[in-house]
């Protein structure tokens, strides 16, 4: 069975600091790793996908096989980054996406 | 263009009552899919509709609920005798094509409580 984990209800840093949402999978085979964001009072949105390689608002996430890892990073966090989000596999062909249960993000001033 | 809308945003119901959730994908999207988002429990995969095929219902929780999309188009969730642990957001989603991996647009979601 696929899995998705993600250790932190919570994070909460200070702006300007670094970011790191951790994400943890788990898949026996090759899966697609999503990061997804929700702001406040808006719809659930891609941010970015792992296969596209790309930074998307500063942020960064390096599919890890050996540690099972798809953390999402970011050097300098913004106060418009607090948010939730979830961290999301697709594998064994079915389209359905798994989630994590998210972590929201708190950016402070 | 539009994006995906779902109706109603919010519905309060009786326990042991049957609700309907409507999702309009975005128009020309072929794949649609549902999802609940529960306190605490996150996302869970429901349904996943592509094309003509036969739906994706591994994730569907138990016989109570079913959903169908009608010409290719709008879909309808339907829970039936619904408990207190059907509340939930459901979200609809809709993307492209199903063969390979494309975005998946989320609609606003359905709030349901059932007292």
């Given at each position: 069975a696929q899995r998705v984990t993600q250790p932190e209800k919570l994070l909460s840093v200070f702006k300007g600091a670094p970011v790191e949402l951790k994400c943890n999978y788990s898949y026996s085979g090759s899966p697609e790793l999503f990061w997804y964001v929700q702001y406040s009072r808006q719809r659930l949105q891609l941010l970015l996908r792992h296969i596209s390689r790309e930074s998307i608002k500063g942020f960064t996430a390096d599919l890890n096989k050996g540690e099972t890892s798809f953390h999402l990073k970011k050097p300098f966090a913004q106060e418009e980054d607090s948010a939730m989000y979830y961290c999301a596999l697709r594998g064994g062909g079915a389209d359905g996406l798994t989630f994590g249960k998210g972590t929201h993000l708190i950016i402070q001033p | 263009g539009a994006g995906v809308s779902q109706s109603p945003s919010n519905k309060v119901t009786e326990k042991g009552k049957d609700v309907e959730l409507r999702c309009d994908p975005i128009s020309g999207h072929t794949a649609l899919y549902w999802y609940r988002q529960s306190l605490g429990q996150g996302l869970e995969f429901l349904i996943y509709f592509q094309g003509?095929?036969?739906?994706?219902?591994?994730?569907?929780?138990?016989?109570?609920f079913s959903a169908e999309r009608t010409g290719g188009s709008v879909s309808t969730l339907t829970i039936q005798r619904t408990q207190q642990e059907d509340s939930a957001v459901y979200l609809c989603a809709s993307s492209s094509q199903g063969i390979s991996y494309n975005e998946q647009f989320f609609g606003p979601g359905t709030r349901l409580t059932v007292l």
């Open positions: - | 003509n095929s036969a739906p994706d219902k591994s994730g569907l929780p138990s016989d109570r």
